[in-house]
């Protein structure tokens, strides 16, 4: 579907909103923080609209999240002399990765020992699909990706809420910042996607430039 009959002033709504946002998470606002913030991913439309929903976000994160085993190895291949006349690769072992929507985490019973140093009668384990070797969740390094472009899911989790504990009013702010900062770089994305298409349909004309009329095209 064509996107010449966008509205011109859809640029200065993009600014009014972001502007908004910013200028109530200085405040810590963070309702209208979150408000505006929607509102402009609204201003994206249907085609580059991010999804606010956590169980996809877990879903996709996992996609590119690992675990890494604690009694195998994998072959990696690593670049020797790099930038140099007698570059080459070189194979070397490193402690195994493995997707996390590979593995199953299972809740078993916890030796005595364990169980008194934990507090807790049971653990969580997962078990190797290569060695078959049993990881402790508690002790197994999980390696999330850094976000940075080109990484954009296009769904962040829903907006985090304040608890009644003490712990989790301490924790609300940093983790607001967080998600906040993760869903206002994906609209920063989309836009530039959205203005990418904008020119190719109004023959190289920028957003910004506010048309040649205004208002909607039939």
């Not at 064509?2 to 200085?26: E, H, M």
């Not at 249907?46 to 675990?67: F, P, R």
């Not at 009644?164 to 910042?177: L, Q």
Request: include cysteine.
């Amino acid at each position: 579907m064509g996107k010449s009959g966008w509205l011109p002033d859809v640029s200065s709504n993009f600014f009014f909103y972001r502007t908004l946002a910013i200028n109530c998470l200085q405040k810590r606002d963070y309702n209208g923080a979150a408000a505006a913030l929607y509102d402009l991913n609204g201003c994206l439309g249907e085609d580059y609209l991010i999804t606010i929903n956590t169980e996809a976000y877990n879903q996709a994160m996992a996609d590119h999240e690992v675990y890494v085993c604690n009694h195998c190895t994998m072959d990696q291949i690593k670049i020797v002399n790099k930038g140099e006349e007698n570059e080459k690769e070189k194979t070397i072992q490193v402690p195994r990765e493995l997707p996390t929507n590979t593995v199953k985490i299972l809740s078993v019973i916890s030796p005595f020992i364990d169980s008194v140093l934990t507090g807790s009668d049971k653990e969580l384990v997962w078990y190797c699909p290569i060695c078959k070797e049993e990881n402790k969740v508690r002790e197994t390094r999980k390696i999330v990706p850094v976000r940075q472009r080109p990484f954009f899911l296009k769904v962040v989790p829903e907006c985090p809420v304040r608890g009644d504990g003490i712990s989790n009013r301490m924790g609300f702010d940093e983790s607001f910042n967080n998600w906040f900062q993760n869903l206002l770089e994906e609209i920063n994305w989309q836009e530039v996607l959205y203005r990418k298409e904008y020119r190719n349909q109004n023959d190289g004309e920028d957003m910004d430039s506010g048309g040649s009329s205004g208002g909607d095209k039939d």
